[in-house]
């Protein structure tokens, strides 16, 4: 029964800029971003995000943030978007998604956490989608619960697995293959290296079990 209404909610949350034109115009440059962006970096597959790029990108919330704001006081005004308790949830939804952007921004301007993770929270997949998600349910009033929140989890796992295939799918250019080889080589190379540094633990690990198990006997 779960299942069934989180898979409506699914729907619910990818038909609802279809009934809506508003959110459609809205939403429109964000999917068309995302996908550009994805085939850019499917077809130059060496290169990578860099601190401006993720900078810029977490930065790119905040117009999402104005028009959602503007949004809400157009049609409940700025008294009632804060009063009214039907209202609240959709408010308190932008507020999050604003201390979302400051926060990743800051971190990012100031290089506060480790590269790999600010590029995977800042590379245009999550930032759109969550862009997405946000203006799709305070738009189109739908109902913020838990049911939502896992149609939401679900929906971005199914999204980011499609756009991961879509990315493999795109073939290099011929001058990006000899750069590609030598990225495959360095990765076998780590990996190699990580077994090893597991099985030199793993053998340390067995040796001093095995003579403790010998004296207690």
Not at 11 to 16: A, K, R
Not at 61 to 68: H, K, Q, R, S, Y
Not at 88 to 107: D, E, P, R
Not at 125 to 152: C, Q, S
């Amino acid at each position: 029964m779960v299942w069934q209404e989180i898979g409506v909610r699914i729907l619910e949350i990818l038909l609802v800029p279809y009934f809506n034109k508003e959110i459609l115009w809205t939403i429109a440059p964000l999917i068309f971003a995302l996908v550009m962006l994805q085939m850019y970096f499917g077809k130059y597959k060496t290169e990578l995000l860099g601190w401006n790029t993720a900078f810029s990108n977490s930065i790119s919330l905040m117009w999402v943030t104005a028009i959602l704001l503007k949004y809400m006081s157009g049609e409940y005004g700025f008294r009632g978007m804060i009063t009214d308790r039907s209202q609240m949830s959709y408010f308190l939804m932008i507020g999050v998604l604003i201390i979302i952007t400051v926060l990743l921004a800051m971190l990012n301007f100031e290089h506060k956490i480790p590269k790999k993770l600010a590029f995977i929270l800042s590379s245009s997949l999550p930032v759109n989608i969550l862009a997405y998600f946000v203006i799709v349910i305070v738009m189109g009033r739908i109902t913020i619960d838990e049911i939502t929140f896992f149609a939401a989890v679900v929906l971005f796992l199914f999204l980011s697995l499609v756009f991961y295939i879509y990315r493999k799918s795109i073939t290099p250019p011929k001058s990006e293959i000899p750069i590609l080889k030598k990225h495959e080589e360095i990765k076998e190379k780590k990996i190699k290296q990580i077994k090893k540094i597991i099985k030199k633990k793993i053998e340390k690990g067995v040796k001093k079990i095995i003579p403790n198990k010998f004296q207690k006997e």
